[in-house]
């Protein structure tokens, strides 16, 4: 069965980093676009990134451009979020998808507060 679990996130202060992963099983990922997409408390799910299967095209809305960098590893199974200089508005529950987002994991929360 495919499986996406995310991981990382957390409480983190505004203008710091994070980095979220998502390891992926139940299917040949580097055959995959993977997204990351999130969700902030009353609001509904935004997309935030995306990646091709060998890494080199990557994809970001106008609102993230600049602070979030999507990479993968295929030999690991693995995606990432790398996220800089957090502002409050980035408080949102992460999910990893596959590209056509037909599966998505339970989701990694990250709360940006001082």
């Known amino acids: 069965e495919v499986q996406l679990v995310e991981s990382g996130g957390g409480l983190v202060q505004p203008g710091g980093s994070t980095r979220l992963s998502c390891a992926a099983s139940?299917?040949?990922?580097?055959?995959?676009?993977m997204s990351w997409i999130r969700q902030a408390p009353g609001k509904g799910p935004e997309w935030v990134s995306a990646?091709?299967?060998?890494?080199?095209?990557?994809y970001y809305p106008d609102s993230v451009k600049g602070r979030f960098t999507i990479s993968r590893d295929n030999a690991k199974n693995t995606v990432y979020l790398q996220i800089d200089s957090l502002k409050s508005e980035d408080t949102a529950l992460y999910y990893c998808?596959?590209?056509?987002?037909?599966?998505w994991g339970q989701g990694t929360r990250v709360t940006v507060s001082s």
């Open positions: 998808t596959t590209g056509t987002g037909v599966y």
């Open positions: 990646i091709n299967g060998d890494g080199s095209i990557t």
């Open positions: 139940g299917f040949t990922f580097s055959n995959y676009f």
